[in-house]
């Protein structure tokens, strides 16, 4: 870009910003001295035409920038005073200024006293070339984007793959062109008679004269975009873009999520707002997602997204008339999404709104709402199952809680029952033992009656044998007989006591045994036998126990 073109290009960004006119920033024959004169210092600007002591403080080091080849931001532009600082705070220090300038002053050059601005009375003379890139720079800077409708009529396209055409209305014709890079992202196909919008930016070359340069073209009637949407579907189902087995399955537990929408718009609240809390890093590209620029946007977006490392893609946007949805229809943009490395999922538009991004989509769906679903819809599953094991779990648990209690209550009663079992035995077994012990007890009286009679009888047959007997009986014959009787008599006593000791009550109650007797002495046999406060005493190997009866 020129010098030329650069200030024409700031002195309109400035007097916009300043709400002036053009000319009352720079005048044409200023910005022309400026480039035929390249100043180097401010006082070389005092010398220019137009520029007095104030515009040299306020635009001074900008436009010394500009000759310098500095890059100039134009959020930089200031529209305040001070950039010249003080040094030309006085208009009449001009004249002073300009004695011992280096640049030589015209006889037809003077300073006007009030404003310090050097006037020249000739008349300035500007070129063809000037005059024609001056004309272009302030058409591309005050009509930077513009849409036009109108209709086509001399469409061409010459081999490079540029096309050239003209639109008009009912009283205006104009000519267009569009290169071949744009022409193909536009998606459409151009013919005479058609109804087009084109969005560009007027153009003055040096020797064409006027055109309006085309950066996208669309399709113009609800008619017209029909026929175009109905002949690019069908196109993609003879390819078997649209084929089932072409979707591919969304990823189970997605967890990096690329978006694609626009920022303002309430696609991206209804997405971010039902997709659920699942610890999601969204990875956020902007776009616009309708007019002639939203092409481009998207278009960028699915080329960044693909760079990025996603396990899902979500393209949303609201609902809205077909010419709206058209960039959601272009041909470049259906066949991104169809080649994108990962699943795309497209909610696009309402129930009544089927794009051609939403057919080609791994899974196509009416909303923004439903698109969020979509991407939650395995974790939802996963959520549900867990609950589902989790009841499964309790529900065993509580089964086999409740077995175990079953098993427990039961081996507590087999428990009881042979406790019971043991202590009726032990109760039969005492009574037996005391039964025993007393047919003992009369055992060994009637055995002392029958020594004593056995003695008796004894002795008194010895002493009928004696008498009897006329043969003298020896001393050692009558130990024999006494001594078999002593033996007869050791062995039965010995009998008696082996079978005393073991029906011994002191014996049993050694073994682990106990006797339980109420207040009375009587032996408890049974919990009838007792009330609960009552007080019993409980014999034991060693000793009595008394204790008081708390429960049955």
């Not at 309109?12 to 024959?29: C, I, S």
């Not at 066949?335 to 057919?359: K, N, S, Y």
Request: proline share 2%.
């Amino acid at each position: 870009m020129t010098l030329m073109q650069q200030l024409i290009m700031w002195q309109q960004e400035q007097a916009r910003k300043e709400h002036l006119e053009p000319y009352m920033v720079l005048q044409f024959n200023t910005i022309k001295e400026i480039v035929r004169l390249q100043p180097k210092t401010s006082l070389d600007l005092l010398h220019i035409k137009g520029i007095g002591p104030a515009k040299a403080r306020k635009y001074g080091e900008i436009i010394l920038g500009f000759v310098r080849g500095n890059s100039i931001n134009k959020d930089e532009i200031s529209t305040t005073e001070g950039v010249g600082g003080d040094l030309f705070s006085e208009a009449q220090t001009v004249n002073d200024l300009a004695a011992h300038s280096s640049i030589p002053a015209s006889q037809s050059m003077h300073y006007d006293q009030e404003t310090g601005e050097v006037i020249d009375d000739q008349d300035a003379v500007v070129s063809v070339t000037d005059f024609v890139t001056m004309m272009d720079t302030m058409l591309r800077t005050n009509f930077r984007s513009v849409r036009i409708q109108g209709e086509v009529v001399g469409f061409k396209q010459n081999a490079s793959g540029h096309v050239y055409f003209e639109i008009k209305d009912r009283f205006s014709v104009m000519r267009c062109m569009i290169f071949r890079d744009r022409y193909g992202l536009s998606g459409v196909q151009i013919s005479d008679g058609m109804e087009i919008v084109i969005t560009g930016y007027p153009n003055y070359h040096k020797q064409y004269g006027f055109g309006f340069v085309g950066t996208m073209v669309e399709l113009y009637g609800e008619g017209a975009l029909k026929k175009a949407y109905d002949d690019l579907k069908k196109k993609f189902e003879n390819e078997g873009l649209f084929a089932p087995e072409k979707k591919r399955v969304l990823p189970q537990l997605p967890e990096r999520i690329g978006l694609i929408t626009s920022r303002t718009g309430a696609a991206i609240g209804d997405f971010t707002t039902n997709v659920g809390q699942y610890g999601y890093k969204i990875i956020f590209h902007q776009s616009r997602v309708e007019g002639a620029q939203a092409v481009d946007d998207l278009m960028e977006a699915l080329a960044t997204m693909a760079k990025k490392n996603l396990d899902v893609l979500v393209i949303v946007r609201g609902g809205g008339s077909l010419e709206s949805l058209q960039a959601f229809n272009n041909e470049n943009i259906v066949r991104m999404i169809a080649q994108f490395p990962v699943p795309v999922i497209a909610g696009v538009g309402h129930e009544q709104d089927e794009t051609l991004t939403t057919l080609v989509a791994d899974r196509g769906v009416s909303t923004p709402t439903a698109a969020a679903r979509a991407v939650r819809e395995s974790w939802d599953q996963c959520g549900e199952l867990v609950r589902s094991k989790e009841q499964m779990l309790t529900h065993f648990f509580e089964r086999a809680l409740r077995q175990m209690q079953e098993y427990i209550d039961v081996k507590e009663r087999n428990i009881t029952n042979a406790l019971e079992h043991i202590v009726s035995s032990a109760h039969i077994l005492f009574h037996r033992f005391i039964v025993s012990a007393q047919n003992v007890t009369q055992d060994i009286d009637r055995y002392k009656v029958f020594l004593r009679t056995s003695q008796k009888s004894m002795i008194q047959a010895y002493e009928r044998r004696i008498a009897d007997s006329h043969k003298t009986l020896s001393i050692s014959h009558v130990v024999n007989v006494l001594r078999r009787g002593m033996s007869y008599n050791v062995e039965r006593l010995r009998f008696f006591h082996k079978t005393i000791s073991h029906y011994d009550p002191q014996r049993q109650l050694s073994l682990g045994y106990s006797i339980a007797r109420d207040a009375y002495g009587k032996i408890v046999r049974n919990c009838g036998d007792v009330t609960v406060g009552e007080r019993i005493d409980i014999q034991v190997s060693d000793g009595s126990i008394h204790t008081i009866v708390n429960e049955k």
